[in-house]
């Protein structure tokens, strides 16, 4: 049993939206201003797996950091797992973004000079962990995410000695920290070659099924191809592409 958009239901229920924007607006002010989002619609439900393209200067971007709640429309709604955002102050999306989005970008961003098992432990630092979490249950929960993306035998290597693809299963881990519903990735294998790419695409599908629901921005039209679903986006509009 699927719903209209391919996503598997239990029961012949809708799996619930976990992303619905109506008639968001973007315009960046100037002169001229510059439309960057016309009236997207857009709803994301629970486990599904969409891919976003589109030319450079679409408005890819400007969708994600909507998304990401990183910037606001300048009109529409977006409701984020049931709740209105719009109307939010800046710490309370900050609250909601923490708990509920992981970001993973085209060049990983790593510290350098930090082991991998440590990588992934800052993540929690910055969104504030409970007063009196300990180290030693940070570091668990740390080697807990790294062997869900199968890299728990590299947690004492510097990122220099991974490949491409490591360090990208690493800042997988590092969003998946937080337990996120949403994981927003931006050009996820833009720096990979197709090995390793093939291997991130895979470990997209096992979080799909653990019910991770993934939008990834891509230029890449296989790994367009392994999203469930893909919409496209030209001059700030949105179009169903396939799905
Ligand atoms: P993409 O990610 O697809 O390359 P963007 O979302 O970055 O597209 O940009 C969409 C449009 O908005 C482009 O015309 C870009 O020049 C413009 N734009 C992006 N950011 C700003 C900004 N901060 N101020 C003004 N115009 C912007």
């Excluded at 923490?98 to 082991?115: A, C, D, K, Y």
């Excluded at 519903?181 to 390793?196: H, R, S």
């Amino acid at each position: 049993m699927s719903d209209p958009l391919g996503v598997p239901v239990p029961d012949g229920r809708e799996a619930k939206p976990v992303i619905e924007l109506r008639d968001v607006v973007r315009t960046y002010p100037g002169s001229p201003p510059v439309h960057a989002l016309r009236g997207i619609d857009l709803v994301v439900r629970q486990g599904e797996h969409l891919s976003i393209v589109g030319p450079s200067g679409s408005g890819k971007s400007t969708l994600l950091h909507t998304l990401g709640l990183l910037d606001r429309p300048t009109s529409g709604t977006y409701r984020l797992g049931g709740v209105e955002t719009t109307e939010l102050g800046d710490a309370q999306r900050a609250v909601l973004r923490g708990s509920r989005i992981g970001f993973v970008f085209q060049s990983f961003h790593l510290l350098p000079h930090r082991t991998v098992e440590e990588n992934v432990m800052l993540a929690e630092l910055y969104h504030r962990p409970p007063a009196g979490t300990s180290r030693s249950s940070r570091r668990k929960r740390a080697l807990a995410v790294l062997d869900r993306v199968g890299m728990g035998h590299r947690a004492g290597f510097r990122p220099v000695r991974l490949s491409g693809g490591e360090r990208q299963r690493v800042a997988i881990a590092r969003a998946l920290l937080t337990e996120p519903e949403i994981l927003l990735c931006d050009e996820p294998t833009g720096n990979l070659d197709t090995d390793n790419t093939a291997v991130i695409l895979d470990l997209f599908d096992e979080l799909r099924e653990q019910g991770v629901t993934l939008l990834v921005i891509t230029h890449d039209g296989e790994v367009s191809r392994r999203a469930g679903r893909s919409v496209r986006i030209n001059d700030g509009v949105l179009r169903a592409e396939r799905g």
